[in-house]
């Protein structure tokens, strides 16, 4: 699956790039609106992330223009909240809307609903993740251990569903802050040592001795598969 992202915040684009290739996509991007009328021509691009406020051509009018000859997913992105910017981002040809600051998992859970409505999403692209007794219902965005349902908070699903579909791999408090509180403002690192703390107790038969989330000694925090 070939998903192309065209935003002129070069960060915004690389984080995103960074997380869909762990999910398997293969990206491309751009950084304005002719750009993105020119890529989406590819017949592989089978969604388009598009920024609404872009030079050269703005994302409305590239949207339009897309439209006139694709019927790929596209979702806008886009600073404004009002309701008439969403109407007219609906009207310009868009099927999903975000609005900045927004939570990488929520891009991605977005992504995975409209390729699916769409019928091209991979045939391997799970809905449940499981790894030993916790089980994650990434549509549902619900959580089990053992068979049982477990309460977490939208934070503590989206930390841990990034710890398990990256299982074994360290990262640093840093890199989860980046990676899950991306677009949003970040208080100071202790609040991801709290997130960890309460899905141990939620998760772990021991949270002392923990089977799942664990650390890294100097380094960060990982699951263990």
């Not at 590239?62 to 981002?89: F, H, Q, W, Y």
């Not at 000694?217 to 699951?223: E, K, Q, R, S």
């Amino acid at each position: 699956m070939k998903i192309l992202v065209v935003d002129d915040e070069a960060l915004l684009v690389k984080g995103i790039r960074f997380n869909l290739q762990s999910d398997g996509y293969e990206v491309i991007t751009g950084s304005n609106g002719l750009e993105a009328v020119e890529l989406a021509a590819d017949p592989d691009v089978g969604l388009i992330v598009l920024d609404i406020m872009m030079p050269e051509m703005d994302g409305l009018t590239a949207c339009a223009r897309i439209r006139e000859t694709s019927n790929v997913p596209i979702i806008l992105l886009t600073a404004k909240s009002d309701d008439m910017d969403k109407l007219i981002g609906f009207d310009s040809g868009a099927d999903d809307y975000l609005t900045k600051p927004f939570n990488i998992l929520e891009l991605k859970a977005r992504i995975r609903a409209l390729l699916r409505r769409s019928g091209t999403t991979r045939s391997d692209t799970p809905n449940i993740l499981t790894i030993g007794s916790i089980t994650l219902d990434l549509d549902g965005r619900n959580a089990y251990r053992s068979g049982q349902s477990v309460d977490l908070t939208a934070k503590e699903f989206d930390v841990v569903e990034f710890l398990m579909r990256n299982a074994n791999r360290v990262y640093s408090r840093e890199a989860l802050l980046d990676s899950i509180w991306t677009y949003e403002y970040r208080s100071d690192i202790r609040t991801l040592d709290v997130h960890i703390r309460r899905l141990r107790e939620k998760l772990e038969a021991d949270p002392a001795k923990p089977e799942y989330i664990m650390t890294k000694w100097g380094v960060g925090y990982y699951f263990k598969k």
